[in-house]
Every structure is written in structure tokens, then in C-alpha cells.
């Protein structure tokens, strides 16, 4: 019940009559959110046995739920790899959180800088999860 399949809710796209990628309506949010010291305990994957234990952070599953009930698509997108999506699946059941989907096998070691072609925004998670304000920031840019 609290994982569901993704819904048809993206927007085709055709650029000089051939078929892109289909984009989200505006405001549809498409969030990928990280685990392990984001919405629990930090656990590194050479402690898995700490998995199924750990301790929800405040607020992270009142927002995620909220983004979720909203529209919006969950995905979890973590380090943690694919031998321990089972624990990790159970722990996500098992503390309600409602999501999309989940991606394992992340880059682990941070400092990220994701390059694509449709908009990216990037939210660092410093210890509170709450509604997303904007703010302005200095950004890296390709060099026209």
C-alpha cells in the first residue's frame, strides 16, 4: 500500500517532430532522497545488521508522506546496495514512509555534481526535514 507504481502524469515532449524525454508538469516535484543520515541513523553498508534498527529522524516522514499525498514522486536513492534492499524495504513499510521507488548502488563519499538535461536542484539535508523555502545560492554553470 505505501509503495505505489509511478502514474502517467508526465508530459510528452516532441522537439522538431521527433520524441525527448517527457517532462513533469511544473508542479510536480520528482524527489530523490537519500537514507542514511537523511531520513535515519547514519549506517554505513559494512554495518547492514544496524539497518532494520534504525532510528527515523524528526519530521522526515511527516514531510516525505506530505511530498507524497501532494503529487509528487518519491524515489529513495541510496548507497546502501542491492543485497540489502529487503532490509531496507521492511524498515521503510514497517515506519510508514510512502514512496515511488527506490534506487540502491548510489556513489558513495558525497560531493555530488549531477549533470543532466532536464532541471536538476540539489538540497542539502543539515539536520531538520520542513517544507522547502527559496533562497538565492552561487551555482556551477557550463561556460557558454
Known amino acids: 500500500m505505501k509503495k505505489k507504481k509511478e502514474e502517467k502524469q508526465f508530459i510528452e515532449k516532441v522537439e522538431n517532430g521527433v520524441h525527448v524525454s517527457p517532462v513533469l508538469p511544473e508542479h510536480i516535484k520528482n524527489y530523490l532522497i537519500d537514507i542514511d543520515g537523511t531520513i535515519c541513523d547514519d549506517i554505513p553498508n559494512e554495518e547492514p545488521e544496524r539497518m532494520e534498527f534504525a532510528a527515523v529522524y524528526p519530521d522526515a516522514l511527516q514531510t516525505v508522506n506530505q511530498w507524497y499525498d501532494e503529487g509528487h514522486i518519491i524515489t529513495f536513492f541510496t548507497s546502501r546496495l542491492e543485497e540489502h534492499r529487503e532490509v531496507t524495504e521492511k524498515w521503510l513499510q514497517k515506519h510508514g514512509f510512502k514512496y515511488h521507488g527506490m534506487m540502491m548502488g548510489k556513489p558513495r563519499g ?34 557558454k
Request: aromatic share 14%.
Open 110 to 143: 558525497g560531493n555530488y555534481h549531477w549533470i543532466d538535461n532536464h532541471i536538476v536542484r540539489a538540497t542539502r539535508f543539515e539536520g531538520k526535514f520542513t517544507n522547502l523555502i527559496e533562497v538565492q545560492a552561487n551555482i556551477q554553470v557550463f561556460e
